[in-house]
């Protein structure tokens, strides 16, 4: 549930403080990388656990499917995103950094739960 009011509520948070964001149609940024600041590290951490989980569970799934599957996770947050803003006016931005961090985080997981596997093999 939280989750979902970061990610579709017309909030911005920017590591520090918390504003409302006033309605609108958002923008859609495809082309300006950014791959660093405070924003693309939260969106990396928030996405560790589906990567995690998803490992935990199907421990032979594939990490390059994992990749897949982290930016599909990410272009579907984003797309969801775009139709919140133009039905709604909640004034998100899609962006392409928020696509290339989650599917990071997913990945992240996987080799965190990659390495956790490993290591209760041995105990």
Do not use: W
Not at 44 to 60: D, E, R, S, Y
């Amino acid at each position: 549930m939280g989750l979902m009011a970061v990610l579709f509520m017309p909030i911005s948070i920017d590591g520090i403080t918390v504003k409302i964001l006033p309605p609108g149609l958002g923008r859609v940024n495809l082309y300006e990388l950014q791959l660093s600041g405070i924003e693309f590290y939260e969106n990396i951490i928030m996405t560790v656990p589906f990567g995690f989980f998803i490992k935990k569970v199907f421990p032979k799934f594939p990490l390059i499917l994992l990749a897949i599957l982290g930016i599909l996770i990410g272009s579907s947050f984003e797309s969801m995103q775009y139709v919140l803003s133009h039905h709604f006016l909640i004034d998100r931005t899609s962006d392409i950094n928020d696509v290339i961090s989650n599917a990071t985080g997913v990945v992240i997981g996987g080799m965190m739960a990659m390495i956790y596997n490993f290591l209760s093999k041995d105990n």
